[in-house]
């Protein structure tokens, strides 16, 4: 039954406090007149209600929010039996070809024959993905009803089910529980599916809320209720029909659907259309052609479709059916298939090197994970059982207790010789590992502008096209030609000015470039996306593994012994009679793993540098003893003899406190072998250590000491440790701030964080070429800044700001620019021990001209998202290092920084990268696991140098579709205008004549024209251009389109001048030859030719035009060949032309002079007027980025003239950190130019004022159940 109140127990409810407060207490003689007006009340109460929950179910359409930037807008539509009827009438009139326009565009076949309709009545629902306001996508979807009525084996056709347990299940309810709250029993409800998401309708709330798991509203307790019994074979099949198998199913669509598809895009159809007319006219040679070249089209998109499906399937998808311990009612265990999991389940974890299938919350033990899948980082990740606590699960604060699909458990611990126990929450997609999948395969949406403008361009020629039809219609029937060659002639044109060859020639210079990246170890499985890498901009990277190897190097320490800090030590082990050498055995997360320590690789150098071995003892109960297994560490026994006088050969880790990134920390609890007392050790970052120490233990010169290491790129940690008085009993429930105060000073730990051999010298290319950069990282943030002021991300003139969150999540966190200011000249008086550094006036007061970059983490990302969406814009374009951010928040920075107008390239090697990869206008995956699948290149090399390759031969490639797309419409528009004129006197180009134009020059330039290498020099600091619907393009195009038709005029009228001229009179045995067709004929060859070379750039994006061997030799070839053809041809050639040669040969040569005045002219124009001085000059003189459409150019401008936005808080010394150690508002302390500083007084976001403000601008597989989940939900793979 529903949690929500029936409409009758409200009714009661309402009328009794109605009466209640109208009659009050009166005389008992006064009950029958009470209880009729009670009556009547209750009657209308009643029938308010019926009013308002008609009301309600009236509904026609529904707004979901389906992520912070996206909204779902869903409306009803049913069965219309006459519109279905007309549409099919409409169909065979047509001849089919309505339907495949509703092929096209399913949501117009929706409207053609169904009707809209209230959502509870609706048996088809329209789905608006309204991504950003920006971008709509259209899903028709159909609902389902599900029931325990008619069910049978067959329905659960991907497992093997007892008919007698399906009988056992019928007319039984089915729990569901919905995103919004409504949790339910019922025999029967409505569905359907989007995107891989389950929408349910809910009836008590009449509208359609989202399928979740069992981590949305319920008690930890409950999680830890029958926790000895499982869920009955019953109630599991029941659950299953609700959330479907736990599988997750990539579609693999057969080579014959996906050659039907690709047949039925618009473009092939419109290829089927020419070839059909070509063939009327008997124009063959062209049309095998043109079949040919669609052929090679078709062929390699189904092949590219089809491996990246099977790439997909293979390396994602989890079709593997392993099996699982499941735990029944009975108490019994039992083996099942993984696929047959449903939340609910409990499971029996193995106990080590196993793969989770399911997202779960650990019940009872300890277990060992790899998140690399999550996190990207390969360090063990050690969870601990859910706390049966009266509180609501919430995954982000049980994080530490959930185990998730993907992961690999490296390590259980059982509690004596109980197995280790984790209730299922989330199955299939809606795990997180599903859901990540769900993203590779619905990426939001991101046009390219060369894409959306080509298309653009082609309806340009389309209008073009008709009024030459209307034109050549009237002007022929005008003449009295018949109407059968008056049409012919009429289509004809159409596929004169939009060229059928457009697309393969298109694709010449991306597969060029395609193949000289995969000779670089680069390699490409969507070449739509090589053009898109020319316009990059912005470069993404993730730091580890990508930016830098993935550990780190002990380099050694610095003791500090009474408040004084002594000589650095590389040789840890002569330190072992100082309190630092025992915090840097005891203070780590360290575990052992067949024998090898795991862990953060930080952690483990610092242990391995002591030369003792650690040790793990059996693990006590937790529920007995309340407290944690301790872990041992103690020297090894080759050392032990030597060691026999030592006072500590042993210390045991009773207590362990994580390490989390808002605290920058992590705490232990140790007792040392045979000692009463206990001692706690925090380790983290030095600002932290040294606001959480007694003042008297830290020594004075900390800061220069930090200063010195820290700007070498070492990555530095303090140390400290205090006494804990409580015994043993008190031990394991001190709270973390009760052990984390008054530490003492031991010193700091040195260690280096390596980069990647070509790391720095490739960014500082990329900057060099106007590439803003941006550090994505799962790190915390001191390690991204050390590493971005190393490799050059952040250079020393750069002021970092660190924007920092702080407050209760419930109320509105207040945002808090960080300053940390520092100069070269920074000294210390030994007096006061005050910084000589510029102070918070004279920045400010120069700030128009500070070249300041934000720094922040992903909580607080989360909170600028969420409270102040005014800031995002801004924080992303000065933004430069963004740390602990995990797989979503790394998408989301993505899209914003597209939607700010950035051509964005993420690079990154985990499986966490693999949303951002996908999302980006370009991803490079240096690993071939998961992100390979998301992102359109793979680079062999895993480091970073593959960037600038893949945006050199990127920007190489769009020049080259640029070039080739303005030759494609030049030479279709220069055909056109030679048609046209020869028109005028009912004559044409012979058939030969368009065979030696299309095929030996046209298709000849086009195959060559992409063979011209990349520019290798410095990339560009300007990227090309991406629209073709410019102001640039298209001066460049029409200037040498009239200069073609004026040289094409001349050359039809001046040979009309000649003595020997003879107007045109058609003959059946030549009907085209002429003097004017032998004119502009000659002409228009040369023209092709010319428009060839002028639209062949070179530098600074390709190389010249001479290096391409193969395009220069066709170039002149042709030349000679076209010149011969003009002067001199051979009988032969004359005959098969058609040609009707001058009898003298001063116009032939005239012919040639016209040629190369035409090219003189148009090669003037291109490189001189267009290039150098429109683009070069007048472009850059009327570039103003305050009016720029790119927002980012905006708001950059903005923000460099705003003098009041953000206002910065004062900077503190040293001396007065350590006074104020109990201070509460000085967190998130961070460097900038690796220096501590620690700031007070911060300014909030929301105080500035007078700043400006900126505006926020089917599958043949099912998964789940067969004929429940997921259903024809189509993916694009390209």
């Known amino acids: 039954m529903c949690r929500a109140h029936s409409s009758t127990s409200s009714v009661d409810v309402k009328c009794d406090v109605a009466v209640a407060v109208q009659f009050g207490a009166l005389h008992t003689q006064d009950k029958r007149r009470i209880n009729e007006e009670k009556e009547q009340v209750k009657k209308l109460l009643t029938d308010q209600l019926k009013v308002k929950n008609n009301a309600k179910s009236d509904v026609l359409w529904q707004k979901i929010h389906s992520d912070q930037n996206e909204y779902l807008y869903i409306y009803g539509f049913e ?97 569901i529980n919905l995103e919004n709250g409504t949790c339910c029993e019922i025999y029967e409800y409505k569905a359907f599916w989007c995107k891989k998401k389950c929408y349910i309708w809910d009836a008590t709330k009449h509208a359609f809320s989202r399928l979740v798991g069992l981590d949305n509203g319920t008690l930890c307790s409950n999680f830890h209720l029958s926790c000895s019994n499982g869920l009955s074979k019953e109630e599991q099949l029941l659950r299953r029909i609700v959330y479907g198998n736990n599988d997750i199913v990539i ?245 004169i000015v939009i060229p059928p060859a457009l697309p393969a020639a298109m694709t010449v210079g991306k597969l060029y470039a395609q193949a000289r990246l995969k000779h670089e170890r680069i390699y490409c499985i969507n070449n739509k996306v090589i053009n898109v890498s020319g316009s990059v901009n912005c470069a993404c990277f993730d730091k580890t593994g990508t930016l830098t190897e993935d550990g780190l190097d002990m380099w050694g320490v610095v003791p500090c012994t009474n408040g004084v800090l002594g000589e650095a030590e590389t040789n840890i082990s002569k330190l072992k009679d100082h309190p630092l050498f025992k915090g840097m055995l005891v203070c780590h997360s360290l575990t052992l793993i067949d024998g090898e320590l795991c862990g953060d690789p930080l952690d483990i150098k610092m242990f391995e540098s002591t030369k003792w071995i650690l040790k793990e003892s059996d693990c006590i109960d937790v529920n007995k003893y ?120 031991l010193g700091l730990v040195v260690l280096e964080n390596r980069l990647k051999q070509p790391t720095a010298s490739v960014i500082t290319e990329l900057k060099e070429a106007n590439i803003r950069i941006v550090m994505i990282t799962g790190d915390n943030i001191q390690t991204a800044i050390s590493v971005a002021k190393e490799c050059g991300i952040l250079s020393m003139e750069e002021v970092v700001v660190d924007v920092t969150s702080m407050g209760e999540e419930k109320d509105r966190p207040k945002i808090f620019f960080n300053l940390n200011l520092q100069s070269q000249s920074s000294r210390l008086n030994s007096r006061d021990q005050v910084f000589a550094t510029p102070t918070i006036q004279d920045v400010e007061h120069g700030m128009v001209n500070c070249n300041y970059r934000f720094a922040l983490t992903g909580q607080t990302w989360q909170v600028l998202r969420e409270h102040y969406p005014d800031l995002v814009d801004r924080i992303c374009v000065r933004g430069t290092i963004f740390a602990r951010m995990n797989s979503d928040q790394k998408q989301q920075l993505i899209m914003e920084l597209m939607r700010l107008g950035y051509y964005v390239v993420m690079c990154g090697d985990g499986a966490n990268d693999c949303g951002a990869l996908r999302t980006a206008h370009v991803g490079i995956s240096l690993s071939e696991a998961e992100s390979s699948v998301a992102s359109p290149f793979t680079s062999k090399v895993s480091d970073i140098s593959c960037v600038p390759k893949v945006i050199r031969e990127g920007r190489a490639a769009l020049v080259t579709s640029f070039g080739i797309f303005k030759f494609m419409i030049a030479y279709s528009l220069t055909e056109f205008l030679s048609v046209i004129i020869l028109y005028s006197i009912d004559s044409n180009l012979t058939d030969f004549q368009f065979l030696f134009i299309d095929i030996c020059l046209i298709v000849n330039f086009a195959f060559f024209f992409g063979k011209t290498h990349a520019y290798k020099k ?17 001066l460049s195009l029409t200037l040498h389109i009239f200069i073609i038709m004026v040289f094409q005029v001349i050359a039809y009228y001046a ?54 061997s193969a395009f220069i030799s066709s170039i002149c070839l042709l030349t000679l060949i076209c010149v011969y053809i003009t002067v001199y041809p051979a009988q032969w050639i004359e005959g098969a032309l058609q040609l009707m040669l001058p009898p003298i040969y001063d116009w032939r040569f005239i012919i040639l002079v016209l040629a190369v005045a035409n090219f003189l002219i148009c090669y003037f124009v291109e490189s001189i007027i267009i290039e150098r001085i429109i683009e070069n000059t007048l472009k850059r003189r009327m570039h103003k980025p305050n009016k720029s459409k790119k927002r980012y150019l905006k708001i950059e401008y903005e923000l460099k003239n705003c003098e009041n936005w953000p206002k910065f808080g004062e900077q503190l010394p040293i001396s007065s950190i350590l006074r104020k150690e109990n201070e509460q508002n000085i967190t998130n302390i961070t460097r900038n130019n690796h220096c501590p500083i620690n700031i007070k007084n911060n300014r909030m976001a929301n105080e500035f004022s007078n700043s400006i403000q900126l505006p926020r601008k089917e599958i043949s597989e099912k998964n789940g159940v067969e004929n429940l989940g997921f259903e024809h939900d189509q993916v694009s793979y390209i």
Request: with cysteine.
């Open 1055 to 1108: 040979v009309r001048q000649f003595p020997w001229f003879t107007p045109f009179v058609p003959h059946s045995d030549n009907p085209y030859g002429c003097y004017e067709n032998y004119s502009v004929y000659c002409v228009s060859m040369f023209q092709y030719i010319t428009i060839a070379i002028i639209f062949s750039r070179g530098k600074p994006y390709r190389r010249p035009i001479y290096t391409n």
């Open 79 to 175: 069965k219309s039996l006459l519109k279905t009827i007309i549409t099919y009438v409409l169909y065979i009139l047509s001849i089919g070809w309505i339907r495949l326009l509703f092929h096209w565009y399913p949501r117009l076949h929706l409207y053609a024959t169904h009707r809209k309709c209230t959502l509870n009545r609706a048996t088809k629902i329209l789905v608006i993905d309204d991504y950003q306001g920006e971008y709509k996508s259209y899903f028709v979807r159909d609902v389902k009803k599900i029931s325990t009525k008619d069910l049978s084996a067959q329905s659960f056709a991907a497992t093997i089910i007892d008919q007698d347990l399906v009988e056992k299940i019928k007319d039984k309810k089915l729990k």
């Open 251 to 495: 579609e693999l669509q057969s080579i014959g659907v996906l050659l039907l598809l690709e047949v039925l895009n618009p473009f092939y159809i419109f290829q089927v259309f020419t070839v059909a007319l070509w063939l009327a006219e008997g124009y063959y040679y062209y049309t095998i052609a043109i079949i040919l070249m669609s052929l090679f089209g078709i062929t390699s998109t189904i092949i590219q479709t089809r491996k990246n499906q099977l790439n997909l399937r293979g390396t994602i998808a989890s079709s593997e059916n392993v099996h699982v311990r499941v735990l029944r009612n009975t108490g019994i265990f039992e083996n099942i298939s993984s696929k047959e999991l449903v939340p609910g389940d409990v499971i029996e974890l193995p106990k080590h090197q196993a793969t989770l299938i399911c997202d779960a919350v650990l019940l009872t033990g300890q277990c060992i994970l790899n998140e690399s899948m999550l996190t990207g980082e390969s360090v063990p990740v050690r969870k601990t059982s859910l706390p049966s606590r009266h509180v609501l699960y919430d995954a982000k604060e049980f994080t530490h207790h959930t185990l998730y699909s993907g992961t690999t458990i490296i390590q259980t611990k059982y509690h004596g010789d109980r197995p280790a126990l984790a209730r299922v929450i989330r199955t299939g997609f809606l795990t997180n590992r599903g859901g990540l999948i769900a993203a590779i395969l619905y990426p939001p949406p991101a046009d390219f502008k060369f894409d959306k403008d080509s298309y653009k361009f082609i309806g340009i020629l389309a209008f073009i096209a008709i009024l030459a039809v209307i034109y050549t219609v009237i002007t022929k029937v005008s003449r009295g030609i018949i109407a059968s060659d008056v049409t012919i002639k009429a289509l004809d044109i159409i596929t």
């Open 626 to 745: 309340n407290a944690i297994a301790p872990v041992i560490v103690k020297l090894p026994e080759s050392n032990f003899t030597e060691n026999i006088n030592e006072e500590i050969s042993e210390i045991g880790i009773i207590q362990q406190y994580q390490f989390l990134s808002s605290l920058q920390r992590m705490s232990v609890i140790v007792r040392v072998l045979g000692s009463d007392d206990f001692k706690a050790y925090t380790k983290g970052s030095p600002e932290m250590i040294i606001n959480l120490s007694k003042t008297e233990t830290v020594p004075n010169d900390i800061s220069l000491v930090l200063e010195r290491y820290t700007r070498q790129g070492y990555r530095v940690i303090a140390v400290g440790c205090r006494t804990i008085s409580e015994n043993s009993a008190e031990i394991s429930k001190l709270s973390r701030e009760a052990v984390e105060r008054e530490l003492e000073f």
């Open 1018 to 1034: 410095k990339l560009s600091k300007i990227t090309p251009m991406t629209s073709l619907i410019g102001f640039t393009p298209l």
